[in-house]
């Protein structure tokens, strides 16, 4: 099996068991995506029409508020599912805007695909539903920290959760996340470093 189908069946594995025929049904309902560094695979505006897994590479989620500043709310890598979950299903425009920061490999299904391989493998809402889940939780937690944390409880924590994407993204990109101007960032990145 190739190491980009191995990675998304390691993916699924983690929360039911599938057979080897099984396994071959979803490859044959996965489409394999390149986007080069600095596209775009989805721009507000557009409607979702895969539900996408990182194979390789590193993209940046986010919004743009009324002045046009970027709101990251998602750094996606290797074994990370992205896209608008509420665009995929509800079949309306989305508001995000997901960007390769590297060039990226990612393996996408479309919402006919995600349907059939529901009829096919009922199996696999147990999975989806486990990961719009935990999706739902991360949502959640992130919100509660941009109320209770501080801009640089808010890195700290980052930095530990995240040690495998902090080192690829642009301190730029790194303050839309915590919330932050660029030149704040560097303050609070040069005041840890020193701790």
């Known amino acids: 099996m190739e190491n980009?189908?191995?990675?998304?069946?390691?993916?699924?594995?983690?929360?039911i068991d599938l057979t080897e025929l099984e396994k071959q049904k979803y490859m044959s309902l996965l489409?394999?995506?390149k986007v080069k560094k600095k596209t775009f695979l989805m721009q507000a505006g557009d409607i979702t029409t895969y539900e996408y897994?990182?194979?390789?590479?590193?993209?940046k989620v986010y919004t743009l508020d009324e002045g046009g500043a970027p709101h990251i709310s998602m750094f996606a890598v290797e074994d990370y599912w992205t896209g608008d979950m509420a665009?995929?299903?509800t079949i309306e425009p989305t508001?995000?805007?997901?960007?390769a920061t590297e060039d990226s490999e990612l393996l996408g299904i479309s919402r006919a695909n995600y349907d059939l391989l529901f009829q096919e493998i009922p199996k696999f809402e147990r999975f989806y539903r486990i990961l719009y889940q935990r999706s739902l939780i991360s949502y959640i937690r992130r919100s509660n920290h941009s109320i209770s944390l501080t801009a640089e409880e808010r890195y700290i924590a980052f930095k530990r959760k995240y040690p495998n994407i902090i080192n690829r993204i642009t301190q730029k990109d790194l303050a839309a996340y915590i919330g932050?101007?660029?030149?704040?960032?560097s303050k609070i990145i040069s005041k840890v470093n020193r701790m």
């Not at 980009?4 to 929360?15: A, E, K, P, T, Y």
């Not at 897994?53 to 993209?59: D, N, S």
């Not at 932050?180 to 960032?185: A, L, S």
């Open 4 to 15: 980009s189908h191995q990675l998304i069946i390691d993916n699924v594995s983690r929360f």
């Open 31 to 33: 489409t394999d995506i």
């Open 53 to 59: 897994f990182i194979t390789k590479g590193c993209l």
């Open 87 to 89: 665009s995929f299903m």
């Open 95 to 99: 508001r995000y805007f997901i960007k």
């Open 180 to 185: 932050i101007t660029p030149e704040f960032m």
